[in-house]
C-alpha cells in the first residue's frame, strides 16, 4: 500500500472532503431533539449522493449504515436505529464518502439541545485535543508526538483518553496504515512523510478510558457507562504543515 498521494490524488480528496464537510453541516443542523438517528442516516446518504459521492461506510465490513451514530456514552460505530434522540443527549455524528475513488473521514459530536455544563465542557476538550493534534501534524514528526500532544492535553484537563480506538491513515481505502492514537510516547510510532493523508480523531471520555461493545453489537460504549465525546478530520501532511481537507 502507497502511504503517499500524490498531489493529483490530494486535490481529488480535497474535493471529497469539501462534499463530506457540507453533508455533515447539514445532518448536523437535523439533530435536534424529536428527531432519530435513523433519519439523520437516512438524510446523510441521500446529500452524499445528491451531490454526486457515495457513502464510504456503507457496506464497510457489514456495516448497513451511511453514518455511525454514537449516543452519549458510545463512543464510535453506533447503528443508526428507531432511537428518539431527546433534550440534553450528545450524539457522535461519523461519517465518510468516496468520490472519484477516494475516500475521506469526518465526526463531529453535537448537542442536542440544551446539554449539561460537564456535556459541553467534554465536547470543547475533545474538539480543542483535535485542534491541537492538527496543528502539530507535519513532516518529520511522529504519530507518537502528534498521540502525546492529544493525551496530554486531555488528561489534563480530567478526562480520558480511548486506547484501544485510534485514527488512521486514509486514501483508496478507508481504513490505511499508518495508525494514529490519541496517545502515546513523543518520538515514537511512525515517521510522517510529505504527501501522507491520515486521520485524526480524538476519542475523549468523561470518566475512565476502558471500552466495551454497545448494545448494537458493532459499536464501542464507555465501560462505566460516562460520557464520550469524539471529533475527527482527514488531513494531507504537507511540506510546511499539514492541510485539512474536511472543511467546507
Do not use: W
Not at 470543547?124 to 507535519?138: E, P, S
Not at 478526562?159 to 481505502?173: A, M, N, Q, S, T
Not at 486521520?199 to 466495551?212: F, Y
Amino acid at each position: 500500500m502507497n502511504l503517499i498521494k500524490t498531489p493529483e490524488e490530494i486535490a481529488i480528496m480535497c474535493e471529497g472532503g469539501k462534499i463530506l464537510a457540507t453533508v455533515l453541516k447539514e445532518v448536523e443542523k437535523l439533530a435536534q431533539p424529536g428527531i432519530t438517528t435513523l433519519e439523520l442516516d437516512k438524510a446523510a446518504e441521500s446529500l452524499i449522493l445528491k451531490l454526486g459521492a457515495k457513502p464510504a461506510f456503507k457496506g464497510y465490513e457489514g456495516f448497513p449504515f451511511s453514518l455511525c451514530a454514537s449516543v452519549n456514552e458510545d463512543i464510535v460505530h453506533g447503528y443508526p436505529s428507531s432511537r428518539v434522540l431527546k433534550e440534553g443527549d450528545i450524539v457522535g455524528l461519523d461519517l465518510g464518502v468516496k468520490y472519484k475513488g477516494y475516500n475521506t473521514d469526518m465526526a463531529v459530536t453535537v448537542a442536542i439541545g440544551e446539554v449539561s455544563f460537564e456535556a459541553k465542557r467534554l465536547m470543547n476538550v475533545t474538539k480543542k485535543a483535535l485542534r491541537l493534534g492538527i496543528k502539530k501534524a507535519r513532516a518529520g514528526i511522529t504519530t507518537g508526538d502528534v498521540g502525546n500532544t492529544i493525551q496530554r492535553f486531555v488528561e489534563d484537563q480530567g478526562f480520558g483518553v480511548v486506547r484501544d480506538l485510534v485514527g488512521h491513515g486514509i486514501g483508496k481505502e478507508v481504513h490505511e496504515e499508518p495508525q494514529v492514537p490519541n496517545y502515546g510516547d513523543r518520538h515514537q510510532g511512525t515517521v510522517l512523510k510529505e504527501g501522507m493523508v491520515i486521520c485524526i480523531e480524538p476519542m475523549v471520555t468523561q470518566g475512565s478510558h476502558q471500552i466495551k461493545r454497545s448494545k448494537d453489537g458493532y459499536g464501542y460504549a464507555t465501560k462505566d457507562g460516562l460520557l464520550s465525546a469524539h471529533f475527527e478530520h482527514t488531513l494531507a501532511i504537507t511540506h510546511d504543515g499539514c492541510k485539512v481537507l474536511t472543511e467546507v
